[in-house]
């Protein structure tokens, strides 16, 4: 089992920027592909970016290309996500996610445990 627990979330405004982490326990985090997914009001959740073990190998939605970066420390078993540049689209909850394997990064059914979300509003 493992626990996923996010922070960093909160109120910005448009063009700022934002540091989410997810920490986890239970498990070493190297064992687990890493996601962050996100779901707005009356929406479905979608991929935004993921990361693979070593932390080289990325992918990210095309709607944060540039302005979002995911990575790792297995360190201190946490998941990052800097969030440069927000609009008021990227409103949601923020979700981290761990798979240990994965065929698509994208697909959210494919990762085995969830955090409870962090709450991410950006006003314009």
């Known amino acids: 089992q493992v626990q996923l627990v996010e922070s960093g979330g909160g109120l910005v405004q448009a063009g700022g920027s934002l540091r989410l982490s997810c920490a986890a326990s239970g498990r070493t985090l190297s064992s687990y592909v890493m996601g962050w997914f996100r779901q707005a009001p009356g929406k479905e959740r979608e991929f935004v970016a993921a990361v693979k073990w070593t932390g080289l190998v990325t992918n990210y939605a095309d709607s944060v290309k540039g302005r979002f970066t995911i990575s790792r420390d297995n360190a201190k078993n946490t998941v990052y996500l800097q969030m440069n540049s927000l609009k008021p689209e990227d409103t949601a909850a923020y979700y981290c996610?761990?798979?240990?394997?994965?065929?698509?990064?994208?697909?959210?059914?494919?990762?085995?445990?969830w955090g409870q979300g962090t709450q991410v509003t950006v006003s314009s």
């Open positions: 996610a761990a798979a240990l394997s994965t065929y698509r990064l994208s697909n959210p059914s494919e990762y085995n445990y």
